[in-house]
C-alpha cells in the first residue's frame, strides 16, 4: 500500500510539473507574440489581428486614438479586447502607454502605441565595404607564456575574459595592440593594472607580467583593434541617414557585438561570388575601396538590429531606379510575393522572394521568413549567402524589411527584420 501510494503521489507531481512547465510556455509565447510597440501613420487606418486572449487597457489618449472594438470608452482609458481583429485610427503623432492583462486578470506586459508620420526611404541593395574600429582593444582570449625561466604562465587566466574590452594599462588609454604593446613594455613593475570594460561595467583588475624568452614582457592576451567585410545597404533616409545589415556586427571568434569606437563604409569592387550549399554558406568576395572618394559614410551605432550613420555629403543617389518609396509596417507585411535588391555583380538586381512567415510580435532581427523563388539567383549564389544581409525587402510598392540570416542547412531561405525595428537602432 505504501508504495502505491508514493507511486501515486509522483504521478500527481509529474502531472503537476507538466501542467505549470505548459502554463509557462503558453504565457511566454503569448507574451512573444506581442511586440513592444504597435505603430500605426497618423491618419491611417491599421489593422491589427493577434488573437490572444488579452485585455487592454490604453491610456493618455481617449482625445485623440480610435479603436473599432473598443468595449468601453472612459475618462482616460480605453479598454478593449485583442482576441478579435481591431483597427486603430489617430488624426495626432505622439505616444500613449497601454496595459495588457491576459484573460482580464494577469498583468502580462506593458507596450505603447507610437503614432509617426508616413515616411518614405530610398532602397539601396548595394554591396557595401564595412570598416569598425573598437572602443578599446576586444579581447579573444588568454594563452601561455613562456618565461625566460623556461617555465610556463598563464598570467591572464581567470582574470580577463573573452569578451572584456581593454580600455587602458596603467591609467593611459589604449586604442590599438602597439599602444598596449609600449605600455606593458613601459611597465617597471612585476605586475600592471588594466582598464576593461566587462557587460559595459567598467573596472580595473591587476596582471602578473612575463617577460618571456625573447625579452618582451606579456601578459597572456590575445586582442583585436578593429574588422572589417562586407555587407549590404539597406536605405537612405531623406536626412541622409543610412542603415544596413539589418544585424550587429559582431567578432568572429567571440560572437561578442563590437563596441563602436569609429567606422567607415565603402564602395566595393565584387571579385567573386561563392555559391552556397547545405550546411557551407556562400559568400559576396570583394575588396573595399577604401579612399576618401570611395567613403559612403560614417558608422554611428552598431546594434542587434543593424548599422546605422550619416551619408557623405557628396555621395549620389541619382541613380537609384527606385526613388523614396514608403515603408510599411508589420501589420501590412503579409505572407507572399515579394523581391530583394542586392549586388552580386556590377549592378543591383531585382530577385522574386516569397515571404513565408510573418512575427508580428517580433522585436528582433527575425520578423519574417524568406524563402527564394528566384532560379537566376539560386543558379548565381545557390540562394542567400554572407554579404547578402542588408538586402531591401520590397513588398506591394513599399520597403518592409531587410534579409538577416539563412538558414545554414538550406540556403534557399533565410529571416528578415521589419523595418520599423531597424529605423530603431
Keep these: 500500500m505504501r508504495r502505491l501510494k508514493i507511486y501515486r503521489l509522483a504521478l500527481i507531481f509529474i502531472l503537476a510539473v507538466v501542467i505549470l512547465f505548459t502554463a509557462a510556455f503558453y504565457i511566454y509565447d503569448i507574451k512573444s507574440s506581442l511586440p513592444e510597440s504597435l505603430k500605426i501613420v497618423v491618419g491611417s487606418d491599421s489593422e491589427f489581428d493577434f488573437n490572444v486572449p488579452v485585455e487592454a487597457d490604453v491610456y493618455d489618449a481617449v482625445?485623440?486614438?480610435?479603436?473599432?472594438n473598443a468595449s468601453s470608452k472612459e475618462s482616460g482609458s480605453i479598454h478593449f479586447s485583442m482576441g478579435e481583429p481591431f483597427t486603430v485610427?489617430?488624426?495626432?503623432?505622439?505616444?500613449?502607454?497601454m496595459k495588457l492583462k491576459l484573460f482580464g486578470l494577469f498583468e502580462l506586459?506593458?507596450?505603447?502605441?507610437?503614432?509617426?508620420?508616413?515616411?518614405?526611404?530610398?532602397?539601396?541593395?548595394?554591396a557595401v565595404g564595412i570598416h569598425v574600429d573598437t572602443d578599446g582593444l576586444l579581447v579573444l582570449g588568454t594563452g601561455s607564456v613562456t618565461g625566460k625561466d623556461g617555465l610556463e604562465y598563464e598570467p591572464a587566466y581567470n582574470i580577463v575574459n573573452s569578451g572584456d574590452y581593454i580600455r587602458g594599462v596603467a591609467g593611459k588609454r589604449v586604442n590599438s595592440i602597439k599602444q598596449l604593446q609600449k605600455e606593458i613594455q613601459n611597465c617597471g613593475e612585476d605586475t600592471v593594472v588594466i582598464d576593461i570594460c566587462r557587460n559595459d561595467i567598467e573596472s580595473s583588475v591587476s596582471l602578473p607580467v612575463v617577460e618571456a624568452e625573447d625579452g618582451v614582457k606579456k601578459i597572456g592576451v590575445w586582442v583585436r583593434e578593429d574588422t572589417q567585410g562586407i555587407g549590404t545597404l539597406t536605405y537612405i533616409a531623406p536626412d541622409g541617414s543610412f542603415g544596413a545589415l539589418g544585424h550587429g556586427i559582431t567578432d568572429i571568434d567571440t560572437g561578442v557585438l563590437m563596441k563602436?569606437?569609429?567606422?567607415?563604409?565603402?564602395n566595393t569592387e565584387i571579385i567573386q561570388i561563392i555559391k552556397g550549399g547545405k550546411g557551407n554558406p556562400g559568400e559576396i568576395m570583394g575588396m573595399i575601396l577604401e579612399s576618401p572618394e570611395q567613403k559612403i559614410g560614417d558608422i554611428t551605432s552598431n546594434t542587434e538590429l543593424g548599422i546605422g550613420g550619416v551619408t557623405s555629403r557628396d555621395y549620389d543617389t541619382s541613380n537609384n531606379k527606385y526613388g523614396y518609396i514608403p515603408?510599411?509596417?508589420?501589420?501590412?507585411?503579409?505572407?507572399?510575393?515579394?523581391?530583394?535588391?542586392?549586388q552580386l555583380g556590377d549592378e543591383i538586381e531585382e530577385y522574386d522572394i516569397e515571404i513565408t512567415e510573418v512575427k508580428k510580435g517580433s522585436s528582433d532581427n527575425k520578423g519574417m521568413v524568406l524563402k527564394i523563388t528566384d532560379k537566376q539567383l539560386i543558379e548565381k549564389a545557390g540562394g542567400i549567402i554572407q554579404g547578402m544581409s542588408g538586402s531591401p525587402i520590397i513588398q506591394d510598392g513599399r520597403i518592409v524589411g531587410a534579409v538577416t540570416h539563412v538558414f545554414v542547412d538550406d540556403p534557399g531561405k533565410g529571416y528578415g527584420i521589419f523595418i520599423e525595428n531597424m529605423l530603431e537602432h
Design 63 to 68: 482625445e485623440t486614438l480610435t479603436i473599432s
Design 327 to 342: 515603408i510599411a509596417l508589420r501589420q501590412d507585411v503579409k505572407k507572399g510575393p515579394a523581391v530583394i535588391l542586392s
Design 260 to 266: 563602436l569606437k569609429e567606422g567607415s563604409i565603402y
Design 89 to 97: 485610427t489617430s488624426g495626432k503623432t505622439g505616444s500613449c502607454k
Design 109 to 126: 506586459k506593458n507596450i505603447s502605441i507610437d503614432v509617426i508620420d508616413n515616411m518614405s526611404l530610398l532602397p539601396c541593395g548595394n
